[in-house]
Structures are given as C-alpha cells and as structure tokens.
C-alpha cells in the first residue's frame, strides 16, 4: 500500500474513535456518572425512589432543551442548577 492510503485508513480510524468516545462518553465515565448521580440526590434531599423519578424527569427535560449531550454533562448540569437554585 501507498503511503497516502495508509494516511487516510489512519484518519477514518481515529475519527471513528474521537465520535465513538464522544457519543458515549471516557472509558471511566459510568463512575463518574455514578458519583453525579449519587450527589443529585444528596442535593435533592427525597427518597432514593423519588429522586431518582425527578433526577430522569429533569434530564428529559434537558434534553430537549440541549439535545445530543452525554448523561455526564446532564447530571453536571442538573447539579448546577440545584446549587444555583439553593
């Protein structure tokens, strides 16, 4: 193979892995999400079931109002939101 084709079989790879890892988030992110999660609760101060209803009916609602963000960035914004409002 040339050179060039090389070149461009590299480029799709790492393209392909910079929006695969975009979509779903770091390798370490399900602990990290775990942690927001955790601390969304802890701020909204219900019952785990309660919060949990809440936690996922305001990430719904984030979500349509910013589409195609990780679950990371919706909690980190949830938790904003809640200190802001405190």
Do not use: C
């Not at 910079?18 to 992110?29: C, D, E, H």
């Not at 936690?55 to 802001?84: A, F, G, V």
């Amino acid at each position: 193979m040339d050179p060039i084709t090389i070149l461009f079989i590299v480029l799709a790879i790492l393209i392909a892995f910079y929006f695969l890892r975009r979509k779903s988030g770091s390798p370490g992110g399900a602990g990290k999400v775990k942690s927001l999660r955790q601390e969304a609760r802890r701020q909204l101060r219900l019952p785990r079931d309660e919060a949990d209803q809440t936690i996922e009916r305001h990430i719904d609602r984030l979500k349509e109002r910013y589409p195609d963000r990780s679950e990371e960035w919706y909690l980190e914004k949830l938790i904003y939101d809640l200190e802001r409002d405190r």
